[in-house]
């Protein structure tokens, strides 16, 4: 099955929505903001951790997140990987030490300016010490014990795996939180294929 088949079945079904102009459109009128996010790893004492940071600002103020942000026009996704770790942490890593585990669309149709999709990258290799910027502050923490109640609510379904080299490609719905997963398209997630009534309408 293609990757894509949940996301035009989600289309037909509940991506019909209403804007200001008071004329409808789909969400596949627009081309969804391409952004990036990059899991470093290292051992310490024999045991695995990941570099996240506490959003300080913006989109997802207060979550544990990746390094990474929007990509500039034209500009490729490890590219911007790169420089997103750069300005968030300090750290210089070359392209080519960026492994690629994941596509993640995500579909807000309550609040369509925030739906995007998401290049992921995990990386092993880089020179220097993170530090905390204007829009992070930095911490390492377990693989095996994530933080996941702190982090966006997809995480708890892709990112496990992802840090262990699965590469997804997976869209996600939220509801009308604008915080909570409440459909994907893959049936191994355990989420359903079309938003449960309400959950759009936070009824």
Not at 110 to 119: F, G, I, L, V, Y
Not at 178 to 197: E, H, Q, R, Y
Request: with cysteine; hydrophobic share 40%; glycine share 10%.
């Amino acid at each position: 099955m293609s990757p894509w088949s949940g996301v035009f079945r989600l289309s037909l079904n509940c991506w019909q929505q209403r804007v200001p102009e008071g004329r409808w459109r789909t969400l596949f009128d627009m081309v969804l903001p391409q952004v990036c996010v990059t899991y470093l790893l290292r051992e310490s004492e024999g045991v695995p951790e990941v570099l996240l940071g506490r959003k300080r600002r913006g989109l997802g103020v207060g979550k544990l997140v990746g390094l990474g942000g929007k990509l500039h026009p034209g500009e490729h996704p490890r590219s911007a990987a790169v420089r997103e770790i750069d300005e968030e942490s300090g750290l210089f890593v070359a392209k080519e030490s960026l492994q690629p585990v994941g596509m993640l669309t995500y579909l807000f149709p309550t609040k369509p300016a925030w739906s995007q999709e998401s290049w992921v990258y995990l990386c092993r290799d880089w020179i220097g010490e993170p530090v905390d910027s204007d829009e992070l502050s930095l911490s390492w923490y377990s693989v095996a014990k994530l933080p996941l109640g702190e982090m966006w609510s997809d995480a708890q379904y892709w990112l496990p795996a992802a840090l262990r080299g699965t590469f997804t490609r997976t869209s996600f719905v939220f509801g009308a939180d604008l915080s909570t997963a409440v459909a994907c398209d893959n049936p191994d997630f355990g989420l359903p294929a079309v938003p449960p009534p309400g959950s759009l309408s936070g009824k």
